[in-house]
């Protein structure tokens, strides 16, 4: 939908942005849920697991998640972007009270792999939800602003397992993550249906009286009207059917000649951004341990981690709508690179406490700001392609970080050597982006 001739009331919007950055916010709790517990989950404690084992059981959710991303786009398309966000919240919120309650290992392992299904749907829904409900000049900030309730997720839990995890245990946190069951039935009331897929299955009647019940004002709606859902509703109905048949041509346009570099230099940028997030937000509280931190200081440096992340995701995007999203990107994520080397030699806790806020910078906040740069890059033909299929690669990234973690423990490897692996992917996604042709008209 050409947002550029909608007209959308500003409540609306807040009503959109407020509900999606809920979710994300929820989705954030339960993917720093795992590293905030980790500890617990070593030799002496609770099962005793070995560190392989905990960087597996990491792994096995993010499994989850990229079979659920690459999933989203199609189910989104059958039932409707609305019931996939919801349905999506739902399944991950039911999923932390089973981990909660889970008897044994395996037990766990299957409430996270079917966990990370639901959590595979949120994000490509929320965004898409939030850009449609955007107005132009507030997009970029709005798209900023929604994934900062990934970080403020990482807060929360941070912040409970401090006072909670050395009296209570793990299991109440992950009780807690239940907590969005009760969200998602509050916003099965207030979050509209995307007008776009009503729009595109030739679903008039209802997408008119979605825009009625908001206040939006779409020009292909009142054509429609003045045509009494005829010729003009004939057209709406056949783009939507031709863009149904033709779905694998934007598949086809991300390896032309174009596009061809543009794409894997994407992939390489996400696949290790991801590797670096999330070997780092799985590890880092254990890693912190290691070097002589208590458990206390441990979470309150991944309270650093995601606060920093969040403001500088917010101001990283306001300065790559000035300067151009290759260069921010790019530079972020060799910061986050030196940051990492620098951190095991750090003197006192404050050099620690600001190394690791430049890392979370650079890490989490980059890649929100690489997800913005890969969207604006790719034409409106295929889009929602590009960003999705360099997703989709960046969960096998994902899915080996906290592998990597996992093996360099067990193998028992010196404490820097675990910070300049992940340095090395901050490296590699920085060398990636500068890779990226420059493309005229993108504002880079």
């Known amino acids: 939908m050409d947002i550029g001739n909608v007209e959308i009331p ?97 037990w766990f392992v299957v409430a996270r792999i079917v966990g990370g299904l639901g959590l595979g749907g949120v994000v490509p829904t929320a965004a898409a939800l939030t850009v449609e409900y955007s107005p132009p000049r507030r997009r970029s900030f709005n798209y900023a602003l929604i994934y900062t309730g990934y970080s403020l997720g990482g807060i929360v839990v941070a912040l409970l397992a401090m006072h909670w995890l050395p009296t209570h245990g793990w299991r109440w946190l992950f009780g807690v993550g239940a907590a969005p069951l009760i969200l998602v039935a509050l916003c099965a009331r207030y979050l509209p249906e995307s007008l776009d897929f009503l729009l595109a299955r030739g679903r008039i009647d209802e997408a008119r009286s979605v825009a009625r019940g908001l206040g939006i004002r779409h020009p292909a709606l009142d054509g429609a009207a003045h045509a009494g859902n005829g010729a003009q509703a004939g057209k709406v109905v056949n783009a939507g059917s031709a863009g149904r048949a033709s779905k694998a041509a934007p598949i086809r346009a991300l390896f032309d000649a174009s596009h061809l570099r543009a794409t894997l230099a994407f992939w390489i940028a996400m696949f290790m951004g991801l590797l670096l997030l999330y070997g780092l937000s799985t590890w880092l509280p254990q890693l912190m341990r290691k070097a002589g931190f208590p458990l206390g200081s441990s979470l309150a440096l991944l309270v650093t981690l995601n606060s920093t992340a969040a403001v500088g995701s917010l101001l990283g995007g306001a300065l790559a709508d000035r300067i151009g999203s290759k260069s921010v990107v790019s530079v972020l994520y060799l910061l986050a690179a030196a940051s990492l080397c620098a951190l095991p030699f750090a003197h006192g806790l404050a050099q620690t406490y600001v190394l690791v806020g430049i890392a979370g910078v650079g890490t989490i906040g980059n890649t929100m700001l690489l997800g913005a ?72």
């Open 373 to 444: 740069y890969i969207t604006r890059y790719y034409p409106p033909r295929n889009r929602a392609t590009g960003i999705g299929w360099a997703l989709g690669i960046g969960r096998f990234g994902a899915i080996v970080g906290p592998l990597i973690g996992g093996a360099l423990a067990q193998a028992g490897a010196p404490l820097p050597w675990n910070f300049y692996a992940f340095a090395g992917a901050g490296l590699a996604a920085a060398l990636a982006v500068l890779a990226v042709p420059g493309r005229v008209g993108s504002g880079e």
């Open 10 to 106: 500003t409540r609306v919007t807040v009503r959109i942005v407020a509900i999606c950055l809920a979710m994300i916010l929820a989705e954030g709790y339960d993917v720093a849920i795992y590293g905030a517990v980790l500890p617990m989950l070593t030799h002496g404690t609770d099962w005793s697991l070995s560190a392989l084992q905990l960087g597996a059981i990491a792994s096995c959710s993010l499994a989850g998640m990229m079979i659920g991303a690459m999933g989203a786009g199609t189910l989104s398309d059958m039932i409707g972007r609305r019931w996939m966000l919801l349905g999506s919240a739902a399944l991950f919120s039911a999923m932390m009270a089973a981990a909660a309650l889970a008897p044994t290992p395996g």
